[in-house]
């Protein structure tokens, strides 16, 4: 194998697994930047994948290959949903906002499984018809070097997570939404008494943080492993988690971050293919990801500032 070869696996594996990371850590975003501290990533993109996965099942006859983006879109609105669950807690209620996330995590599983059971009479899903397989893209791949690495043999959505995350930055900084926003994550009192609705721009964050959640477990489901089971999100949503901390609250950033977290998943996964890695027990690689999170949040976390309201609960004030 070339060494050109060795880095378009490389890309090409990286960008499969970046991109629910990717989906999912910009949904944290936009949470934590209105000052929600959003945990329960993991368990809406739990929701999201068996979603995902059901409606690819139940509709691949009607839609055909475009079933997997319809999949992502409803999986990305019950995501919303299921997001409320945490809104309605810590934003109405003032409760906890890891507690609240923690309990998401921990009702999505069991939920999903007994919801498997119900359809499908086990424990699992059956496996989905349409996925979103890799292309190359005519033309461009013929590119000298860059054609190869980068359009050939690629995984679609992938690019889309990408540009949505210029998108969210986009929104974030730049627009009076993204302001507003911002301005709530960073001291709701005095946005209160500029008129702007605290509690309505928080509700918008973790709603937001509930679509890309939604998606980011769908596009993980129908472009990884095909199918649910208790076990298909498995760590990823805390993932994504470390990679908004690590990309300190920014959608490039994250982006970024996601990137780097999902080679070390390939890695696990095309290890054997690679000089020098294949050597190495697969067990080592399968663990990787996870000790490299532990690692970044470990390094950075206390020099990342996340935004100053950030988990701090507010009560407007009469």
């Not at 060795?6 to 934590?32: D, N, Q, R």
């Not at 599983?109 to 190359?136: E, H, M, W």
């Not at 027990?281 to 949040?297: E, F, K, M, R």
Request: aromatic content about 12%.
């Amino acid at each position: 194998m070339s060494f050109i070869q060795i880095i378009a696996l490389l890309v090409t594996s990286m960008l499969v697994y970046s991109a629910p990371l990717i989906f999912t850590s910009i949904g944290g975003t936009f949470s934590e930047r209105g000052g929600i501290v959003n945990v329960g990533l993991e368990g809406i993109m739990v929701i999201g994948a068996f979603v995902g996965v059901v409606v690819n099942i139940s509709f691949a006859d009607t839609f055909g290959k475009a079933t997997p983006w319809i999949a992502v879109l409803v999986a990305g609105v019950i995501g919303i949903v299921y997001s409320l669950i945490h809104a309605v807690a810590t934003i109405n209620w003032q409760a906890d906002h890891v507690v609240s996330g923690t309990v998401l995590n921990l009702i999505a599983p069991s939920l999903a499984v007994f919801l498997c059971d119900v359809l499908y009479g086990k424990g699992q899903t059956d496996t989905i018809k349409y996925s979103f397989n890799r292309i190359s893209i005519s033309g461009l791949k013929d590119i000298p070097i860059i054609g190869q690495i980068f359009f050939t043999n690629i995984s679609v959505i992938a690019y889309v997570a990408i540009l949505v995350s210029i998108l969210s930055w986009f929104i974030i900084f730049k627009t009076r939404f993204g302001l507003r926003l911002r301005s709530v994550g960073e001291h709701p009192q005095a946005a209160d008494t500029l008129g702007i609705n605290v509690y309505l721009m928080r509700y918008y964050g973790v709603m937001i943080s509930g679509f890309f959640g939604g998606i980011g477990g769908a596009v993980y489901a129908q472009s990884i492993s095909n199918n649910f089971a208790v076990t298909t999100i498995a760590g990823p949503g805390f993932i994504a988690l470390a990679a908004m901390i690590f990309g300190r609250w920014n959608p490039i950033g994250a982006m970024l971050s996601s990137l780097f977290f999902g080679l070390s998943q390939s890695l696990a996964i095309i290890g054997s293919q690679i000089p020098g890695l294949k050597e190495i027990p697969s067990v080592y690689l399968q663990i990787a990801p996870y000790v490299l999170t532990i690692i970044v949040l470990a390094a950075f976390f206390g020099k990342a500032v996340a935004p100053k309201a950030d988990g701090v609960n507010y009560i407007k004030s009469k």
